[in-house]
């Protein structure tokens, strides 16, 4: 039974920073890339970045580029999202995501396993 488990949400102010854990269990994380998705209230999910084990590829949308880096600890089966600078913007339920099936990392559909979201609130 695959299982992603997030966590390290909270509440910080603008400015602030923030490191969410995925951890992964029953799935060989080596086998596939793992991404970060978030939603934003009254919003559709967004990618935010991905990570690959083969090179250790990466890639950020636009909006948390210089911010946010995504990186992995294969001995520990875990991805984290460190964030800094946070603003209000990035204020949203985050969620990973493995099992990418798909060309693009963007899309969510493209991903069979979730978490069920840890909730990150920015406030001004």
């Known amino acids: 039974q695959v299982q992603l488990v997030e966590s390290g949400g909270d509440s910080v102010q603008a400015g602030g920073s923030l490191r969410l854990s995925c951890i992964l269990s029953?799935?060989?994380?080596?086998?596939?890339?793992m991404a970060w998705f978030r939603q934003p209230p009254g919003k559709e999910r967004e990618a935010v970045t991905f990570?690959?084990?083969?090179?250790?590829?990466?890639g950020y949308t636009d909006s948390v580029k210089g911010r946010f880096t995504i990186s992995q600890d294969n001995a520990k089966n875990t991805v984290y999202l460190q964030m800094n600078s946070l603003t209000p913007e990035d204020t949203a339920m985050y969620y990973c995501?493995?099992?990418?099936?798909?060309?693009?990392?963007?899309?969510?559909?493209?991903?069979?396993?979730w978490g069920q979201g840890t909730q990150v609130t920015v406030s001004s």
């Open positions: 995501a493995t099992g990418f099936i798909g060309t693009n990392w963007r899309l969510s559909k493209d991903y069979l396993y």
């Open positions: 029953g799935y060989n994380y080596r086998d596939n890339c």
């Open positions: 990570i690959c084990p083969t090179g250790g590829s990466t």
